[in-house]
């Protein structure tokens, strides 16, 4: 092999992060589904001489505890992004993100017009951009579905925040106008999951460099002149 050729390991990802996005994208995943079951019916439990089934209302543990997971997701990432040594890689993506000249580099290396820029940090310019949109779109979902748990249980954990959720619930505009931005905030994440999925294909092919390969075993393999 050429001296071009020859690609180092480097260890992108640590075991927190992947585990953490893998476990965010099937509560995701699970939530998107009960959760369009439970703002339009879309099936009936099979006859039985039991008076109640409560289909209905497993379906709405069901996401809510996928809701919570979420939520334990969304915290723990938070928490490595702050504190976690090797996410610190992270945090030089903002190097990047600012950088006016990195920004037309990347946007060339999309349209073919170019190579890839070299980055300081883990993600370029429109990955930041657009992690840092999807993480507030996560905020916000987490949020408004904690303001309509409070509203169902109102002791325990939802009589603990519910003072809490009532302002939220102000600041929205009132309870339908919560239940509308919960659903504006699925769709946004729908387009995102797609787009994201493309663009992470997109990388891995082009660029030849394990991209995808990395959110598993957590090992990116870059050039040598990319390396130093």
């Not at 409560?54 to 939520?71: S, T």
């Not at 903002?94 to 170019?114: A, E």
Request: proline content about 2%.
């Amino acid at each position: 092999m050429t001296k071009e050729m020859k690609r180092y390991g480097v260890y992108e990802f640590s075991i927190g992060l992947r585990l953490t996005h893998w476990i965010r994208a099937v509560s995701i995943a699970f939530l998107i589904f009960s959760g369009y079951y439970i703002s339009y019916v879309f099936m009936s439990p099979e006859i039985s001489s039991e008076p109640t089934l409560f289909m209905n209302a497993k379906w709405r543990m069901a996401h809510q505890i996928a809701g919570f997971v979420l939520i334990g997701c969304l915290i723990f990432k938070i928490y490595l992004f702050l504190f976690d040594k090797h996410s610190r890689k992270e945090w030089m993506s903002i190097l990047d993100f600012i950088n006016p000249i990195v920004w037309i580099k990347q946007i060339k290396y999309y349209l073919f017009m170019g190579e890839h820029p070299h980055l300081k940090g883990v993600y370029n310019p429109l990955q930041f951009a657009s992690y840092l949109f999807f993480y507030a779109i996560l905020v916000l979902i987490c949020l408004t579905g904690l303001v309509l748990y409070a509203h169902v249980y109102h002791e325990g954990f939802g009589g603990l925040i519910y003072e809490s959720m009532r302002g939220f619930e102000a600041m929205m505009g009132g309870l339908a106008n919560v239940r509308t931005i919960h659903r504006i905030c699925m769709w946004i994440i729908m387009v995102f999951v797609v787009i994201h999925v493309y663009m992470a294909i997109f990388n891995a092919v082009k660029g030849k460099d394990g991209a995808m390969d990395a959110i598993i075993s957590g090992y990116k393999y870059v050039k040598e002149d990319a390396k130093h």
